[in-house]
């Protein structure tokens, strides 16, 4: 499974570049806010320097509703690096988008999919990701994981290339389930990936380890 970070906030993509496990970037307009990036250039120089840090693929999402639109800043967001991957919203226009960048060879990440049949559309247009939003189906009492099993039977029952690429991950345990249940991507925040490392019992047994060595030593 690969492990992408969902954050625009070039310290933590750093942060989990270096601990060796980083697949991959993915942001958002509201992620690109957070950290104060706004007016075009200046977002355009920020998706330069994601892919200066990380040798993965890094999705950079288009504003644009409507057709035209999504493909003039597609080819834009495009041709800055090779690893970029024009985010483009489960709307019908982003699903001709999607068909035409898949044509022309532009790899692309279908997200906001609330829906199996949503992720059946990207990937029948041809999509390189598809993002299901786990953690917003759990905020309104449905099951999010849930979604990421359907999605998973469905491209394998015909053998779908679209990546299954589990998105609004707010925890370690998204992250656990979603390895059990075969999505070929996680995104999450740093927080949720670095909690991985955490049990007690590591802790105390090398807390242990450590004062055993020291009283052998004196
Ligand atoms: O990748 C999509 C993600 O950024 C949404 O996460 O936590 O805002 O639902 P969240």
Known sequence: MKFFIDTANLDQIKEAQELGVLDGVTTNPSLMAKEGIT??????????????????????EVISTDYEGMIKEGVILA??????????PMIKEGIRAIKYFSSIGIRTNCTLIFSVGQALLAAKAGATYVSPFIGRLDDISTDGMHLIEEIRLVYDNYGYETEILAASVRHTMHIVECAKVGADV??????AITGLLKHPLTESGLAQFLADHAKGNN
Do not use: F, R
């Open 186 to 191: 996680i995104t999450a925040p740093l927080s």
């Open 79 to 88: 041709d800055l690096h090779p690893n970029i991957v024009v985010k483009v």
């Open 39 to 60: 007016g075009e250039d200046n977002i355009i120089n920020h998706y330069k320097s994601i892919c200066e840090i990380i040798d993965g693929d890094v999705s950079a």
